[in-house]
């Protein structure tokens, strides 16, 4: 599982975290892959201040805001995106 610490810090190191948002920008207004996209920041960046950092350098904080302008009425969404902020 991706969501270990080891884990988490190879996948970052990797550029994990950079493909990660660079594939969601790719699939702009695809529900499904943003819901599903949200998830994944949200393990990466949990307990990792070093994804945290590179999420936020690739463009993450403009991904979450651009997934609540865009998904404003699904609450799913909307609480990843929350809870993206709120980490």
């Given at each position: 599982?991706?969501?270990?610490p ?9 550029q994990?975290c ?17 819901y599903?996209?949200?998830g994944?920041?949200l393990?990466?960046a ?21 997934c ?7 609450r799913?969404?909307m ?9």
């Open positions: 599982s991706i969501s270990t080891d884990n988490k810090r190879r996948f970052g190191a990797a994990g950079e493909l990660l948002v660079a594939a969601l920008t790719g699939f702009p207004g695809d529900r499904d892959v943003s599903w996209g949200l994944a920041l393990t990466l949990a307990s990792n201040n070093e994804n945290k950092q590179r999420l936020g350098r690739a463009g993450g904080c403009e991904l979450v805001a651009g609540l302008r865009t998904y404003r009425s699904d799913d969404i609480l990843y995106g929350l809870e993206a902020i709120e980490r």
